[in-house]
């Protein structure tokens, strides 16, 4: 694989690094470049430690000083099936948040505001957990 150094995240940019990434963890950019040239230990990311740690990337084995990102974490979709009648649900821009007020399980769609929504309209939505 090839080695893009701008995928290299350090104790300066670690707060960028989404938990549940797919990386390539150490301590050493030697071995960093190694590992990934290779294509080997690839890991999903459980935690990015705070400011004060010194191992700020871990995995389910260890923790590491440096990480590489191949792959963001998938981003979970809201679908019809993950709401109910009474729960809130909010535009992923913050602005809008409305009522499910009715599910039409024949057509799999929910119903808030004034329309009807089916598990593609829901993209831009997530559900509001009490």
């Known amino acids: 694989m090839e080695f893009d150094k701008s995928r290299v995240f350090t104790a300066l940019n670690a707060d960028e690094l989404k938990v549940g990434s797919k990386v390539i963890c150490a301590d050493s950019m030697g071995q960093l470049k190694a590992k990934v ?43 019809v099936s993950d709401l109910k009648i009474g729960d809130i649900v909010r535009h992923k821009s913050g602005n809008l948040e409305y009522l499910v007020t009715g599910i039409d399980c024949n057509e799999n769609e929910v119903f808030f505001g004034d329309d009807w929504s089916d598990d593609e309209d829901l993209g831009n939505w997530e559900k509001v957990e009490k």
């Open 37 to 79: 040239h290779e294509g080997e230990g690839i890991a999903t990311l459980t935690n990015v430690a705070g400011d004060y740690c010194l191992y700020r990337f871990e995995t389910y084995d260890a923790a590491y000083i440096l990480a590489y990102l191949i792959e963001p974490p998938e981003e979970k979709k809201l679908k």
